[in-house]
């Protein structure tokens, strides 16, 4: 944090102790320390359906990749693994909020994506 309230500090840390009644432990983090740790966390729309999640994630550059045969699995855990910070960085998204809008969705299709096969294989398996 560049500037520091101490009145807004204090108060944060009254509140990040361990209350004596409970034993809970409250933590008030800053907007940058929960973004950061947002971004280091693995994609799982990148890891389920890589070519959509590239496309839709702005990674034009590694949606190609991905259509390659060997470089697809490149791809795949390069965008698991730091997906969503290069989408972030390269994204040119508008703001936070729709970015985290358009992860979640990501996710959410790629979900639905891995059911699906897996309720055709459980389909086709049968037959």
Do not use: H
């Not at 998204?93 to 459980?122: H, K, N, P, Q, Y």
């Amino acid at each position: 944090m560049k500037n520091v309230c101490n009145s807004c500090k204090v108060e944060v840390d009254t509140w990040n102790e361990r209350c004596g009644g409970c034993g809970f432990t409250l933590v008030l983090e800053p907007d940058e320390k929960l973004r950061a740790r947002y971004l280091r966390g693995p994609s799982l729309g990148a890891l389920f359906w890589t070519q959509g999640w590239t496309f839709g994630a702005r990674l034009y550059v590694w949606f190609l990749l991905s259509l390659i045969p060997i470089a697809g699995f490149v791809a795949l855990f390069a965008c698991l693994l730091f997906g969503r910070r290069w989408a972030w960085k390269y994204g040119g998204w508008a703001d936070w909020e729709e970015f985290r809008s358009r992860m979640r969705l990501l996710d959410a299709i790629a979900t639905v994506w891995i059911i699906g096969l897996f309720v055709g294989w459980l389909f086709l398996r049968k037959s």
